[in-house]
């Protein structure tokens, strides 16, 4: 069973919140503080108040349950369903503006997203082998995105080395804003972030990036 967003939102007074979206929500709150290597399948139970053998009936084992707070932190920095492929009949530029706005979402709420922010964090620390596993399965949404568009707008004769930086490039453009709003509003920067703003720095990120990369200019016209 795929999760989604919903998982994490809070659940409706109508309905408690089931073992498994309980298990969700503590196991990422406890890799967010402690890493991978640094939670517990125990100490995420107890936070969920259920026991080990809960984990194991719906995420097989701590790894599997990890798999899924990845693939549901992933999506907290895409669209809405977005999982672009090779038919998608936007163009490169308007898949890269619409994937930078959505990877700035985060300006403007901060409860669950900065927990998914320090998951990734401790990944950029130590990358685990689950992480490692999530990247190349291909279930990154951002990455899909930012993959498609560097093929998309590089010469036909680009090289793997050269889809792989550009789609680095790509996928990257947004996070600084996100991991530094609280720095980023004040001296020097004294940026303001509302929807707007959003938008503003969707179309000059998104105009940035497609100027650094070899060839765009010319295939973009």
Known sequence: MESTLHDLAPASVRRPPTTRERLLRAALT???????????????????????????HYFGNKEGLYHEVLGLAAAAFAGEGDAPMADDDRSPEAMLRDMIRHQLRPVLRRNTIGRCLRVFAWEDLAPSRPYKQFLASGRSPVLATAATIARRVLPPEASQEEIAVATVWLMNQAMPFVRSREALGGAPFGLRFDAA????????????????????ARRLD
């Open 30 to 56: 406890v890799f967010a503080e402690h890493g991978y290597a640094g939670a517990s399948v125990r100490r995420i139970c107890q936070r969920a108040r259920t026991n080990p053998a809960a984990v194991k």
């Open 197 to 216: 703003a959003v938008d503003r720095i969707a179309e000059r990120l998104t105009r940035l990036a497609l100027a650094g990369l070899p060839g765009a």
